[in-house]
């Protein structure tokens, strides 16, 4: 059965550091989701690919994040510099459509710890 | 504001006793309602969502939408059914959760 992926599974950097983190969503899947979520709360959505173009990012700390879905298959998250309130489980998801009713299938996560 | 609220943290039962996750939502419009599980040492997964209107594993959940509630739902509890439940809300093709209940089934 099909999978979204994600990698590293596991990050532990310094702050001021950059960080990145890579999905690849189940194939045929045109959204991507990354949803960071906070020790003791729910996902919450950064950004949200169609395709390969932004659809939703108004949570997005741009200032520091940045997100790329260039060819509109796997993903790229990245921080920098990484501060000690990024450290969070950041959440892949995708799905067929991006419609509401849609099912959304999500990765293992990628543990992000900041020192 | 677009909110899901689950008031519960933590909902200890033993096995073979009734389970009722609450999920309470604040959203304009007329939103899609989810429940997603997660497992120990698995990936957050969809449970059930309400407008397939099914039952999965035992479980049903209710829209009252008098209530702005999603209440999820099963008579007998089974040990499995030890999980992290997340209630959310769909609208404007984005999901907005909650902060999750851990359901406990003792034996």
């Known amino acids: 059965e099909a999978e979204v992926a994600q990698s590293p599974r596991y990050k532990i950097t310094e702050k001021s550091q950059a960080v990145a983190f890579w999905c690849d969503p189940i194939?045929?899947?045109?959204?991507l989701y990354w949803y960071r979520q906070i020790l003791g709360q729910g996902p919450e959505l950064l950004v949200q690919f169609q395709d390969e173009s932004v659809v939703d990012d108004s949570q997005l700390p741009k200032d520091r994040f940045s997100a790329e879905r260039l060819k509109g298959v796997d993903s790229t998250l990245k921080i920098q510099p990484a501060e000690l309130g990024d450290s969070a489980m950041y959440l892949c998801?995708?799905?067929?459509?991006?419609?509401?009713?849609?099912?959304?299938?999500f990765g293992p996560g990628t543990r992000l710890t900041v020192l | 504001a677009q909110r899901v609220t689950q008031p519960e943290k933590l909902l200890s039962v033993f096995k073979g006793a009734p389970v009722e996750l609450k999920c309470n939502y604040s959203y304009s419009g007329s939103p899609e309602l989810f429940w997603y599980v997660q497992y120990s040492r698995q990936r957050l997964q969809l449970l059930l969502r309400?407008?397939s209107r099914e039952s999965i594993k035992g479980f049903t959940a209710d829209l009252n939408k008098g209530e702005t509630s999603f209440h999820l739902k099963k008579p007998f509890a089974q040990e499995e059914d030890s999980a992290m439940y997340y209630c959310?809300?769909?609208?404007?093709?984005?999901?907005?959760f909650g902060a999750g209940t851990r359901l406990a089934v003792h034996p």
């Open positions: 959310a809300v769909g609208g404007y093709n984005k999901l907005i």
């Open positions: 309400h407008i």
């Open positions: 998801a995708s799905s067929f459509s991006g419609a509401s009713t849609d099912t959304q299938y």
């Open positions: 194939s045929g899947h045109a959204t």
